[in-house]
């Protein structure tokens, strides 16, 4: 059994617990980050693209790339809106026009490899492919999170705070729930899911294309020159595997078709898999000496690509309120974090909701159908020809300023 002593021990080495490390390691806090999953199996799993403005901010300027090497700047494709296709046409909501901000279309698993190398050139403390993790003591002064690494040799590690970094299925949100009876867990399920494929094709749209059909959702999005992403609305038990190339694009086609005579650039379809779609949130997002950030306290539907976006922006402020709690040896300084980090969730919650409800057919609701299609188009046409209706689309999907 080795021992380490360190002030804050992360559990989650994804780009929330890594960025989380980073900034802490800027304030002169120490950290180890603990990950069950290989690094390699971190790297090749794809996640969502889309940067918002204070997200590359975060990366840009707080020293995770070396000078001259800013990997999202000089990597990433800068993309200074989106379009709304409804209709058989398609209509650009121009984010620089309407609120001065860009997002970066910049693969998460990109940003996990820029995190993990800034991490790894300075020192820090990062541990993957370990095994029966578990947080213990929370009860005292000193947690401590104990595993075995990938040869089965025991380790603990000792810190003043824990931070529950670990994801969808995380085991820190239960320990928080254990310890607070008056927790508690907002839900919503979707009658739906999205069926996402990586492809070799050239790019079919400047920008990405945010698509509303009779047949529900599609989402026309990028990698690079030869590769693309995309994915379409879908039934939560589809079986990716059963599904041909030829069947997936005629599918894609038929949801893009139109008026404008729009056509897919079609390739192999190198990817094919399934996508859950939820909402969930948990309140508090702190006890005592344990924290939870990103998905770990809060999952959003994939439509506007929020998820990694509201992680990085929780690791902001809760490596301000952890150097504060440790530098003046208080915890109640930690109280702050539930309330300010929740504050930005809730809008996140309500603008990927208000993204999808607007862009997907419900299924099930034949009595209502027509009604509900025809509202749908009104809604869609309503916000495309008003500025202020762009405008709000605009705010939320390039991010609100950070609290
Ligand atoms: C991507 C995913 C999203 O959910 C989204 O809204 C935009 C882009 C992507 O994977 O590229």
Request: aromatic share 8%.
């Amino acid at each position: 059994m080795t021992s380490t002593r360190t002030q804050v021990a992360i559990v989650g080495g994804g780009p929330a617990g890594l960025m989380l490390s980073h900034l802490l390691d800027r304030a002169g806090v120490d950290s180890v980050v603990m990950d069950n999953r290989a690094v390699e199996e971190i790297r090749t799993t794809h996640r969502a693209g889309i940067l918002e403005r204070d997200s590359v901010r975060l990366l840009a300027e707080t020293g995770v790339y070396e000078a001259g090497r800013e990997g999202v700047i000089t990597d990433g494709d800068r993309h200074g809106g989106i379009y709304l296709r409804f209709g058989g046409e398609s209509h650009h909501i121009d984010f620089e026009e309407l609120v001065g901000a860009s997002v970066w279309l910049y693969p998460q698993t990109d940003v996990f490899v820029d995190l993990h190398a800034a991490r790894v050139r300075d020192g820090g403390d990062v541990r993957y492919g370990i095994s029966g993790t578990a947080v213990r003591d929370l009860g005292g002064d000193l947690p401590r999170v104990t595993y075995d690494d990938a040869e089965g040799v025991p380790h603990e590690v000792s810190a003043d705070l824990v931070v529950g970094a670990d994801g969808s299925r995380s085991i820190c949100r239960d320990l928080v729930a254990q310890r607070e009876p008056g927790h508690r867990r907002h839900f919503r399920e979707y009658p739906f899911a999205w069926f996402g494929i990586l492809c070799e094709a050239p790019r079919s749209s400047p920008e990405l294309v945010y698509a509303r059909s009779d047949r529900g959702f599609a989402l026309i999005s990028q990698r690079t020159d030869s590769v693309q992403r995309m994915y379409f609305q879908c039934d939560p038990s589809e079986d990716a595997s059963s599904w041909s190339d030829d069947r997936i694009w005629s599918e894609l086609q038929a949801r893009l078709a139109g008026s404008d005579g729009f056509q897919l650039k079609e390739g192999r379809v190198i990817e094919r898999t399934v996508l859950p779609f939820r909402s969930f949130v948990q309140t508090p997002m702190h006890s005592g000496r344990l924290l939870l950030a990103g998905d770990a306290a809060h999952t959003v539907p994939p439509t506007g690509a929020k998820g990694l976006n509201l992680a990085l922006a929780d690791t902001r402020v809760l490596a301000e309120v952890v150097e504060q709690a440790l530098r003046k040896d208080d915890l109640e300084v930690l109280a702050s974090y539930t309330q300010r980090a929740l504050a930005r969730v809730w809008k996140a919650q309500h603008f990927s909701y208000w993204m999808t409800t607007m862009l997907h057919r419900a299924p099930g609701e034949e009595a209502h159908r027509g009604f509900d299609e025809l509202r749908q188009l009104g809604e869609l046409t309503s916000l495309v020809s008003s500025e202020a209706g762009s405008t709000y689309l605009a705010e939320g999907y390039t991010g609100w300023p950070t609290a």
